[in-house]
């Protein structure tokens, strides 16, 4: 049973434009999300994230927005640029320090110049 | 700055072989992850631990053994390693007080 949901497995956007990733969560015990960015023959690098007590996180062109009644986060790039195209993977996890993260399936973004 | 190292970043292994593969740190971290990541299946987790000695299942741990001898250092071992096993394998640390995983930069193991 899937507890992070990521549906769509690839998105394309032109360069300057915004780009939106959706992740949507089971497990209402989660309490802290965070976004991954993940390049190609490398480890993924931390990219946000945010905490249940909030719904929304904001650095730089990242902001990340999270809708707890729907179990429901985003990750916005805006403006998008060529350089973001990697695979976005959305994680969450329940008791920090003693659970490990659980992973969504990614999304590959695509930003056209 | 965390460093995370993985021993290799390609290998090639035959069917059959043991493979072991190693993740060190730089830091006194107590956690230490070991995933795998394959197209359309996402990260998933292998083995954990927690402190030196501890290891705990994550959610495939079939075909896998870990070893955790010294804090520093967690080994992921494929006792006989199968062609469905070819994957990049990610080794995570995170540290009390932090959510956040920092990852090294994965192994490509290929099995023939």
């Known amino acids: 049973d899937q507890q992070v949901k990521q549906n769509s497995p690839s998105l394309s956007v032109q360069e300057g434009r915004i780009s939106i990733l959706n992740c949507d969560y089971t497990n209402s015990m989660f309490d802290y999300f965070l976004w991954y960015k993940k390049y190609p023959a490398e480890g993924p690098t931390f990219l946000i994230s945010?905490?249940?007590?909030?719904d929304k996180n904001e650095d730089g062109r990242f902001t990340v927005f999270l809708n707890k009644s729907a179990k429901h986060l985003s990750l916005h790039i805006v403006p998008s640029q060529p350089g973001d195209s990697a695979v976005y993977f959305c994680?969450?996890?329940?008791?920090?320090?003693?659970?490990?993260?659980?992973f969504g399936k990614g999304t590959r973004l695509s930003v056209i110049a | 700055d965390v460093k995370v190292t993985q021993s290799s970043r390609y290998l090639v292994k035959r069917t059959g072989e043991k493979v072991f593969l190693e993740c060190v740190q730089d830091m006194d971290h107590e956690n230490m992850f070991w995933y795998r990541q394959d197209p359309g299946l996402g990260l998933r987790l292998i083995y954990f631990s927690y402190d030196v000695k501890m290891k705990e299942k994550g959610d495939i741990p079939e075909g896998y053994s870990v070893s955790r001898e010294k804090k520093e250092r967690f080994s992921l071992i494929l006792e006989s390693a199968s062609t469905n096993q070819t994957s990049m394998y990610l080794c995570?640390?995170?540290?009390?007080?932090?959510?956040?995983?920092?990852f090294g930069q994965g192994t490509r193991l290929t099995v023939v």
């Open positions: 995570a640390i995170n540290f009390s007080g932090n959510t956040e995983a920092f």
């Open positions: 994680a969450a996890n329940a008791i920090p320090e003693v659970l490990p993260l659980v």
């Open positions: 945010i905490s249940s007590i909030k």
